[in-house]
């Protein structure tokens, strides 16, 4: 898996989400609307999700643990870089 795109957003804009990205599966799938957030122990990686009709957001896309880890640790790599 890799990063395929990734919007870093400005640190100042007192928003959570530090970036928005998709990645792309080794079989080329592209998955969009990851968003890296601040939380209070630091980055972590906050999957595509919708609101439903009882007000409550439900992930659109579930990675299984590892899978999730691996991407997380991509994300935050490649948002530090510069």
Same mark, same amino acid.
């Not at 972590?44 to 640790?73: C, H, I, R, T, W």
């Given at each position: /898996?890799?990063?395929?795109? /990734?919007?870093?957003? &400005?640190?100042?804009?007192?928003? $959570?989400? *530090? *970036?928005? +990205? &998709? @990645?792309?599966?080794?079989?080329?799938?592209? @998955? %969009?609307?990851?968003? +890296?957030? =601040?939380?209070? =122990?630091?980055?972590? +990686?906050?999957?595509?999700?919708?609101?439903? %009709?009882?007000?409550? #957001?439900?992930?659109?896309?579930?990675?299984? %643990?590892? /899978?999730?880890?691996?991407?997380? $640790?991509?994300?935050?790599?490649? #948002? =530090? %870089? =510069?």
């Amino acid at each position: /898996m890799k990063i395929y795109r /990734m919007n870093k957003l &400005d640190s100042n804009s007192g928003g $959570k989400v *530090a *970036a928005f +990205l &998709d @990645i792309q599966t080794d079989d080329g799938i592209i @998955i %969009k609307g990851f968003r +890296l957030v =601040n939380g209070s =122990n630091g980055l972590f +990686l906050s999957a595509p999700d919708q609101k439903g %009709k009882d007000g409550k #957001y439900y992930e659109n896309v579930v990675l299984p %643990k590892e /899978m999730k880890e691996q991407v997380e $640790k991509l994300a935050i790599d490649e #948002y =530090n %870089k =510069n």
